[in-house]
C-alpha cells in the first residue's frame, strides 16, 4: 500500500540550512506536499510539487523531487528559530479518491 | 486562516464512556476528514465525508463512527472509549473538485483527548 517515511528528529544551527527528506512509494501520486505544524496548533500546507516538476523555490523555501528514486525534499535556507516545528510530507495517490498519506514528520530543532 | 474549529478542545473521560467531537468550517467544503496524530505514527486517517450524509472508512476506523447531517458538521464518535483511544485529533477539510486535482487540506486546531 501506499507508504510515506521521514526521519524523525532534525536539528540545525540557526541561519545554517536544514534539508528534510522524504520517500514515497506511490509513483503515480500527481501532488506532494509539506506540512508545517506548530506546537498546540493544526498542520497548515507549506508548499506542495506537482509531480511533472523536479524543483520548486518559494522564498527561503526550496522542494525537491526525484521521481525515479521516489525522493522528496524540503530545504529550508538561512534557517530560524521559528522555523522549530514538525514537518510532514504528503502525497495524494490519484487512486485513492481525496485522500491523503502522510509521513510520520520531521521534528526540527533549531539552535541558537 | 480558513474557519474550522473543533469541540472540545481538551477532554478526559473513562474508559467504557461514549465520546463526540465536533468539527466545524465556515468554507462551505465538500470535503471533510477526522485523523488522530500519535507519537511515531504521525497522522492516521480515520473516517472522512465528500458530501452530506456520505463518509468512508480510513485505514484506522474501528472503535469510531462519524456523521455529517450538514455540510459544515462533521461528528466523530467514540461508542465506547479505550485506553489506546487516547491521542491528539484533528478535522480537516478540502475542495478538491477532481480525482488528480491538488488536494491541500485546512486543519482544525485539535482537540486532546485523553482515556483513563
Known amino acids: 500500500g501506499e507508504d510515506v517515511e521521514q526521519s524523525l528528529f532534525l536539528s540545525v544551527r540557526e541561519g545554517d540550512s536544514s534539508v528534510i527528506n522524504c520517500t514515497y512509494t506511490d509513483s503515480s501520486s500527481t501532488y506532494l506536499y509539506w506540512y508545517k505544524q506548530e506546537p498546540g496548533a493544526g498542520l497548515q500546507l507549506l508548499t506542495y510539487i506537482f509531480s511533472n516538476m523536479d524543483m520548486k523555490q518559494d522564498q527561503r523555501l526550496t522542494v525537491l523531487l526525484n521521481k525515479k528514486d521516489k525522493h522528496l525534499s524540503l530545504r529550508i535556507a538561512d534557517t530560524q528559530t521559528g522555523d522549530s516545528a514538525i514537518y510532514f510530507c504528503a502525497e495524494s495517490p490519484p487512486t485513492g479518491g481525496f485522500k491523503t498519506i502522510f509521513g510520520a514528520g520531521t521534528r526540527l530543532f533549531v539552535k541558537a | 486562516d480558513a474557519g474550522i474549529t473543533q469541540s472540545p478542545r481538551h477532554k478526559v473521560t473513562e474508559t467504557g464512556t461514549p465520546v463526540t467531537l465536533r468539527c466545524h468550517q465556515t468554507e462551505n467544503h465538500r470535503y471533510m476528514y477526522w485523523y488522530r496524530q500519535d507519537p511515531g505514527h504521525g497522522l492516521r486517517l480515520i473516517h472522512y465525508s465528500y458530501g452530506v450524509k456520505d463518509t468512508d472508512k480510513g485505514e484506522v476506523s474501528d472503535g469510531y463512527s462519524v456523521s455529517r447531517s450538514k455540510t459544515e458538521d462533521f461528528l466523530l464518535t467514540l461508542e465506547s472509549a479505550t485506553s489506546s483511544q487516547t491521542s491528539v485529533y484533528f478535522c480537516?477539510?478540502?475542495?478538491?473538485?477532481?480525482?488528480?486535482?491538488?488536494?491541500?487540506?485546512?486543519f482544525g486546531p485539535g482537540t486532546r483527548l485523553t482515556v483513563l
Open positions: 480537516a477539510i478540502s475542495e478538491s473538485r477532481a480525482s488528480g486535482d491538488n488536494n491541500e487540506q485546512f
